[in-house]
């Protein structure tokens, strides 16, 4: 704290508050260090959640990755690739959705596109699900590549291991994006290819 007060020309008791506030906004995490004979020293570090607020090549970089992909491949090999990457990313949050009964599968889900960036909500009327993305993440490299939208409705049905249809798009001028989902349908035994 002392190295971070004088640094910042504050008191240490204003780093601690700052500190706290950050690990509170999940954007520092702190890690005690042992360095011999005394109390352990905290080591602070940002998150990849603070790493993304920093400027970034990653939106060019992705950019020039799908247009060399839809110069050099089929359009149904470019939207395979695009469902294998929301299927890996499913499985990557399969873990927090095994053994969960649908209610809490759906919660989960919402939580986590919401923590994407996509600030996710549910409606249900007339026995059909709808998950309202009322931002998109993506939406300035879909507007170049809308197959991007692939991704999250790929996500989502393999998430809930349903079929969903996308009714609207940002994308078309809409206010929100949304996906249907009618629990009734045939539960999806294998990730959708979109």
């Given at each position: 704290?002392?190295?971070?007060?004088?640094?910042?020309?504050?008191?240490?008791?204003?780093?601690?508050?700052?500190?706290?506030?950050?690990?509170?906004?999940?954007?520092?995490?702190?890690?005690?260090?042992?360095?011999?004979?005394?109390?352990?020293?905290?080591?602070?570090?940002?998150?990849?959640?603070?790493?993304?607020?920093?400027?970034?090549?990653?939106?060019?970089?992705?950019?020039?990755?799908?247009?060399?992909?839809?110069?050099?491949?089929?359009?149904?090999?470019?939207?395979?690739l695009?469902?294998?990457?929301?299927?890996?990313?499913?499985?990557?949050f399969?873990?927090?959705?095994?053994?969960?009964?649908?209610?809490?599968?759906?919660?989960?889900?919402?939580?986590?596109?919401?923590?994407?960036?996509?600030?996710?909500?549910?409606?249900?009327?007339?026995?059909?699900?709808?998950?309202?993305?009322?931002?998109?993440?993506?939406?300035?490299?879909?507007?170049?590549?809308?197959?991007?939208c692939?991704?999250?409705?790929?996500?989502?049905?393999?998430?809930?291991?349903?079929?969903?249809?996308?009714?609207?798009?940002?994308?078309?001028?809409?206010?929100?994006?949304?996906?249907?989902?009618?629990?009734?349908?045939?539960?999806?035994?294998?990730?959708?290819?979109?």
């Amino acid at each position: 704290m002392r190295q971070l007060a004088d640094a910042a020309g504050v008191s240490p008791v204003s780093v601690r508050h700052h500190m706290a506030s950050l690990q509170v906004e999940g954007l520092v995490t702190a890690e005690e260090v042992r360095h011999g004979v005394g109390r352990p020293r905290l080591v602070y570090s940002l998150t990849e959640r603070a790493l993304e607020l920093f400027p970034s090549r990653y939106y060019r970089l992705a950019q020039r990755l799908l247009d060399q992909m839809k110069d050099s491949l089929p359009e149904p090999m470019v939207r395979q690739l695009l469902a294998s990457v929301a299927r890996t990313m499913a499985e990557d949050f399969a873990d927090e959705l095994a053994g969960l009964p649908f209610e809490r599968r759906l919660e989960q889900l919402v939580k986590h596109l919401t923590a994407e960036g996509f600030e996710a909500e549910v409606e249900e009327r007339e026995g059909r699900l709808f998950i309202h993305q009322l931002s998109c993440p993506w939406l300035r490299m879909g507007r170049e590549h809308p197959e991007v939208c692939l991704v999250d409705q790929s996500f989502i049905a393999t998430a809930l291991a349903l079929p969903v249809e996308r009714v609207t798009c940002l994308l078309n001028g809409e206010t929100h994006c949304t996906f249907a989902i009618d629990r009734r349908a045939p539960r999806l035994e294998a990730p959708p290819n979109a």
